[in-house]
């Protein structure tokens, strides 16, 4: 099966900018979830949909981030404005209903200058 | 919330040779306990998960076990190899039925060859 994918790999944008990332979980994966890795520390969680429903959005860092799913398939991430601590890899991870592993995308490398 | 610390930060072991890696949890209702693996420029992937009603599982080269009344769980691996070479990340959800994972920050392992 293909696996969870990412777009765009790396963004680089200047403070104040708009940056808008995506994420296409694995095909019939109800759970997608959006982490964030800053400056080499730990991969903190951001939030948690169920289908097209945010389950959990506690890990959100403030208002200028913006998760969404419609249709409940993929996941689009906004960011307006980006900050400079903004910057770092935002990873988005799927996984069954019911299911326990995460699956992991390759992450989207954002700076922001 | 969940609070996840994970030790060593970095290890390098001689190949063939064992390395530790030791998390420690807060949320004792805490029950699934996930090892990733993250290659350079790859995506974290699965390598080992254990559930709270075992205290050790292993697979191959590589085996976690769980201590409950201490809080913490530890991966081993043995007969290191190269490909080992690695940012190994330690999770656990903060309770029950919330998938959301919390991360240690991450052991950088390096196999001297």
């Known amino acids: 099966e293909a696996g969870v994918t990412q777009f765009p790999s790396h963004s680089v944008i200047e403070k104040g900018q708009t940056v808008t990332l995506r994420c296409d979980p694995i095909s019939g994966h109800d759970n997608l979830y959006w982490y964030r890795r800053v400056m080499g520390k730990e991969i903190k969680f951001l939030l948690h949909?169920?289908?097209?429903?945010?389950?959990?959005e506690s890990g959100m860092p403030n208002n200028r981030f913006l998760a969404e799913r419609t249709g409940g398939t993929y996941s689009t991430l906004k960011v307006q404005p980006a900050e400079l601590e903004d910057s770092g890899v935002y990873f988005c991870a799927s996984s069954r209903d019911g299911g326990d592993e995460q699956f992991f995308g390759p992450g989207t490398r954002l700076t922001v200058l | 919330g969940e609070n996840v610390e994970q030790h060593p930060s970095t290890l390098s072991v001689q190949e063939g040779d064992s390395a530790v890696i030791k998390c420690t949890y807060s949320?004792?209702?805490?029950?699934?306990f996930p090892w990733y693996k993250q290659e350079l420029g790859k995506r974290p992937q699965l390598i080992i998960d254990?559930?709270?009603?075992?205290g050790e599982k292993k697979d191959q080269r590589i085996a976690v076990t769980l201590n409950k009344t201490a809080k913490h769980f530890s991966l081993h691996i043995t007969e290191t190899q190269p490909e080992d070479s690695a940012v190994y990340f330690c999770a656990a959800p903060p309770d029950f039925g919330n998938e959301k994972l919390t991360f240690g920050t991450g052991t950088r392992l390096t196999i001297i060859p």
């Open positions: 254990i559930r709270s009603n075992v």
């Open positions: 949909f169920v289908k097209e429903s945010k389950q959990d």
């Open positions: 949320d004792s209702a805490s029950n699934y």
